[in-house]
């Protein structure tokens, strides 16, 4: 596609849930990025992928969190047993050039509501 | 920590007028500067950066000014439209990991009144 594409759109989850946010990003792009946005807030980095592998984990707020991007391309956000403070829109950004170049595409997020 | 520190956090502006927003940082060794505007629902659109070897750049209606001394950037849009009514984020980008991830601000959610 055009652009960087993120799926659910919306996901409401009970507290305790896990689940699973998908990114598809622009083909071809090699670095990937997955941010969280609290409302009201600037995006805060999460994890960084260049290709498959995953270079960066540091703003990973607990071991509940966890991504992966097997082959490259589509990268999936899960979050386990879900708590209310992860309430928030993920973004998803894609870049053609490895981590460093100036500027990458955000997609249009997931906005998790754990209730 | 590093943080880049973003007022006001609301603008009101008639069609027309001159939007100023400002954003503040601390680590000295950051290397890119973007302004990303952000509609409901959207994520954040890359809509100008600047390096801090400039001072000033422009493109079309938006205007970044860079003060390298003070550590502080700004984003000026004239003639502003109701079309720019927006959250508007700054951010920079870090010196050091793998990611060079960006650290934006909290945002301003301008608002142009027609």
């Known amino acids: 596609g055009a652009g960087v594409s993120q799926s659910p759109r919306y996901k409401v989850a009970k507290r305790g849930q896990d689940v699973a946010l998908r990114c598809d990003p622009i083909s071809g792009h090699v670095s990937l990025f997955w941010y969280q946005q609290a409302l009201g807030q600037g995006p805060e980095f999460l994890t960084y992928?260049?290709?498959?592998?995953?270079?960066?984990k540091s703003g990973l707020p607990s071991d509940r969190f966890f991504a992966e991007r097997p082959e490259g391309s589509v990268s999936t956000l899960k979050i386990q047993r879900t708590q209310q403070e992860d309430s928030a829109v993920y973004l998803c950004a894609s870049s053609e050039k490895p981590a460093g170049s100036y500027g990458y595409t955000f997609g249009s997020g997931t906005r998790l509501t754990v209730v | 920590q590093q943080q880049v520190k973003q007022s006001p956090q609301s603008l009101i502006v008639q069609k027309g007028g001159i939007s100023i927003i400002n954003c503040a940082y601390e680590n000295t060794a950051f290397d890119y500067f973007p302004w990303y505007q952000q509609f409901p629902g959207k994520g954040p659109a890359l809509l100008i950066a600047?390096?801090?070897?400039?001072s000033e750049k422009k493109e079309g209606r938006f205007t970044i000014s860079f003060n390298k001394s003070a550590k502080q950037f700004s984003l000026h849009i004239m003639d502003s439209q109701p079309g720019d009514s927006a959250t508007y984020f700054c951010a920079a980008r870090g010196d050091s990991g793998s990611a060079r991830q960006l650290t934006f601000g909290s945002g301003t959610q301008l608002t142009v009144l027609p």
């Open positions: 992928f260049q290709n498959e592998a995953q270079l960066d």
């Open positions: 600047i390096r801090p070897d400039v």
